[in-house]
């Protein structure tokens, strides 16, 4: 749907999806490290369409199962137990990326 979506004329969702792609392009930090510092985020807020998002991402950026984990380690205690549904979705896609 971003294509129909900038398609359109409007200046600022355009800049938006901008700023979007380039805060995940390498810089200091990797963009490996940005896509799982995304997939933090997600879990937290508990947004399973980010989460998908962003496992995809990682996994086209090599990030392995092991370095998954840690992430899903920080999620959880930073989000506490509410982030555990989320965890398991995220799993599920995670393990259909390994297949």
Same mark, same amino acid.
Do not use: W
């Given at each position: 749907?971003?294509e129909v ?25 990797? +963009? *490996? ?9 997600? #879990? =937290? ?5 980010? %989460? ?11 990030? +392995? *199962? ?9 999620? #959880? =205690? ?5 982030? %555990? ?13 390994f297949q």
């Amino acid at each position: 749907m971003n294509e129909v979506i900038l398609k359109e004329a409007n200046l600022e969702i355009k800049r938006f999806f901008n700023l979007d792609s380039r805060a995940y392009s390498t810089g200091v930090l990797s +963009s *490996k490290v940005k896509e799982l510092l995304g997939l933090v985020a997600s #879990l =937290v807020l508990r947004c399973n369409d980010c %989460i998908t998002y962003h496992i995809l991402q990682c996994h086209e950026l090599g990030v +392995s *199962k092991e370095e998954f984990y840690e992430a899903f380690n920080v999620a #959880l =205690v930073v989000g506490g137990s509410i982030v %555990i549904p989320h965890l398991r979705r995220a799993v599920e896609i995670l393990e259909e990326c390994f297949q």
